[in-house]
């Protein structure tokens, strides 16, 4: 089965930017999709079709997916998006839905 | 507007039958081109999908999962629903109801708000 690997966390100073990623074979000829989870909460699309925002989604995020790795960007980081973030996809090879194991967003 | 809204007991005794509802608001089990999906989620731990009914009706299922799990659709009641056999501990999570949208490489959108359900005797 499809595998999509994401690093356990990452930790950025408030008004930098933060890069999460998630590896998979050949993930750039496949389509993504980005969640934000904060705690108690159910996950909630911030990026989907690999780009692009929803209504709601603020313009400091940012998706691209090309090669082994697509990568969900944040800029200027509010202490508001500290929470986890996974990425998932649809595997056309086995006709199921696969979720990264997430990464939890530290602000310092 | 598509609301989701997981129900059924919060408590279930290994080794019997999980089982929960998702009630669809502001929109069709059986229209569009949609996939209702069971998703869950242990304590502290990552989101794994369960498995899911298709606006055809027709499903697909986790591997790792497959041979405990049956999920189904109530047009008449605009639900579908979720059972897992022979639970254990390792079944304990908040199970989510999410639909998929459009298309199977759509995104998980809505989700329910989801529902915890822990599995002791």
């Known amino acids: 089965s499809y595998v999509l690997t994401q690093p356990p966390s990452v930790s950025v100073a408030p008004g930098q930017t933060a890069r999460i990623t998630c590896g998979g074979i050949h993930i750039g000829s496949k389509t993504v999709h980005w969640y934000q989870q904060k705690p108690g909460q159910a996950p909630v699309v911030v990026i989907y079709y690999d780009s692009d925002r929803p209504s709601g989604s603020p313009e400091r995020f940012s998706g691209s997916n090309s090669g082994n790795t697509a990568t969900l960007t944040l800029s200027g980081v509010e202490a508001g998006d500290e929470a986890d973030y996974y990425c998932?996809?649809?595997?056309?090879?086995?006709?199921?839905?696969?979720f990264g194991g997430g990464t939890k967003l530290t602000v310092l | 507007q598509v609301q989701l809204q997981e129900s059924g007991p919060g408590l279930v005794k290994p080794p019997e039958t999980l089982s929960l509802t998702c009630t669809v608001s502001g929109g069709s089990v059986s229209s569009g081109t949609y996939y209702w999906s069971w998703v869950r989620q242990p304590p502290g731990k990552g989101l794994e999908w369960i498995g899911c009914?298709?606006?055809?009706?027709?499903?697909t299922y986790n591997p790792s999962l497959k041979s405990r799990v049956s999920i189904s659709a109530d047009t008449s009641k605009n639900e579908f629903s979720l059972k897992l056999s022979s639970v254990t501990a390792a079944d304990t999570a908040v199970y989510y109801c999410?639909?998929?949208?459009?298309?199977?490489?759509?995104?998980?959108?809505?989700w329910g708000q989801g529902a915890l359900v822990t599995v002791s005797s």
């Open positions: 998932q996809l649809w595997d056309d090879s086995s006709a199921h839905w696969v």
């Open positions: 009914v298709s606006y055809s009706g027709s499903t």
């Open positions: 999410a639909r998929v949208g459009g298309q199977p490489i759509g995104p998980f959108d809505p």
